[in-house]
């Protein structure tokens, strides 16, 4: 046990932070921009963030967190996969709890925090995914 808890926390771990907080930078503006400036519905703000944040996350994690060298067909393959079932995983889940959580509060405010919940669920579910799943070591 001690041992995987060494290889989940081990420098690529951090590289993956790394790479993430830049991420979560260029992503978050443009959900936030398109959902409160352009007035984009919930699912088209949270989208946007992971297809735009995806692209320059596939590059800065293939190549400098996990130094992968393996077939780009195969692994973009796998991380289209990845990011897809944990963005619908993570936002399925956030919605109905931010809804349930602020109940009182406008839709507005819900969605909002869902994002944000929505955004912490998928940072550790792609983590996982991206390191023992797409770029995992042979």
Request: net charge positive; with cysteine; charged share 10%.
């Amino acid at each position: 046990m001690i041992q995987l808890i060494k290889k989940i926390f081990d420098i690529t771990f951090w590289k993956f932070i790394l790479v993430g907080i830049l991420n979560t930078v260029f992503g978050v503006g443009i959900m936030f921009i398109f959902y409160n400036i352009f007035h984009f519905s919930y699912w088209v703000s949270s989208a946007s963030n992971y297809f735009f944040g995806s692209i320059l996350s596939y590059v800065l994690n293939r190549f400098f967190t996990f130094g992968n060298k393996t077939n780009t067909k195969k692994t973009l393959l796998r991380f289209v996969i990845n990011i897809s079932i944990c963005y619908l995983v993570a936002y399925g889940v956030a919605r109905p709890v931010a809804a349930y959580i602020l109940s009182g509060l406008t839709v507005m405010v819900q969605e909002n925090m869902a994002m944000v919940i929505g955004m912490c669920l998928f940072v550790g579910l792609n983590y996982m995914g991206q390191r023992f799943f797409v770029f995992r070591e042979k």
